[in-house]
């Protein structure tokens, strides 16, 4: 398992995203390592996106998204659920990549298959916001032995408000797999 460089953050969202597909997201806790294979994941695109939130702009909120690619952008939704994004391309273009769902690979307790269900059996919360993901504790690697996969295309959920930008198909998943948030 090799961790993921700078390089690989630090370009196009949308192939940042499909790349992530298989990876593995890494977090140390608690004298745990836990490990899941990222198997669905959002591309949000900047500030021009109406989905992302950059949309509205530099906020207190929003600055990791402003920052430079390869950190964890994690936010509550609803008051309770621990959401993680990664930061990609340039420092100020404010392109992020939403982990929705990971397959258990070591140490995962509970459902993955959504956010705020991947957050939680991950240990993922606010206090990783802007954690490098480059780090010892926290990262995403590429597995030994990354198998070819079928990627499916389809628009993203639950941003209805945003306008024509709700039916782009920005949301990749792998084919057949039984930890998707939805197909």
């Keep these: 398992m090799q961790k993921l460089p700078r390089s690989f953050y630090d370009r196009d969202t949308i192939l940042a995203a499909r790349e992530l597909l298989g990876k593995l997201l890494v977090h140390h806790a608690g004298g745990v390592e836990r490990i899941g294979k990222i198997v669905e994941v959002e591309a949000y695109l900047g500030e021009h996106d109406l989905a992302a939130h950059s949309a509205k ?7 990791v998204m402003f920052g430079p690619p390869g950190h964890a952008y994690v ?22 990549v ?11 307790e ?3 298959c959504g956010p705020g269900l991947l957050c939680r059996a991950m240990k993922i919360d606010r206090r990783l916001n802007a954690h490098d993901l480059l780090s010892a504790d ?8 990354q198998e070819k996969m079928a990627i499916v295309k389809r628009p993203r959920i639950g941003v209805e408000y945003a306008k024509h930008w709700a039916k782009r198909h920005l949301r990749f998943y792998l084919k057949g797999n039984p930890f998707i948030s939805r197909p």
């Design 138 to 145: 926290f990262f995403i690697a590429a597995p030994d032995d």
């Design 75 to 96: 936010y509550l939704i609803y008051g309770m659920h621990h959401c993680m994004n990664v930061v990609t391309e340039r420092e100020g273009h404010a392109s992020a």
């Design 57 to 63: 702009g530099l906020t207190e909120r929003t600055k």
């Design 110 to 112: 509970g459902r993955t």
């Design 98 to 108: 939403l982990l929705r769902a990971v397959e258990p690979v070591k140490n995962i």
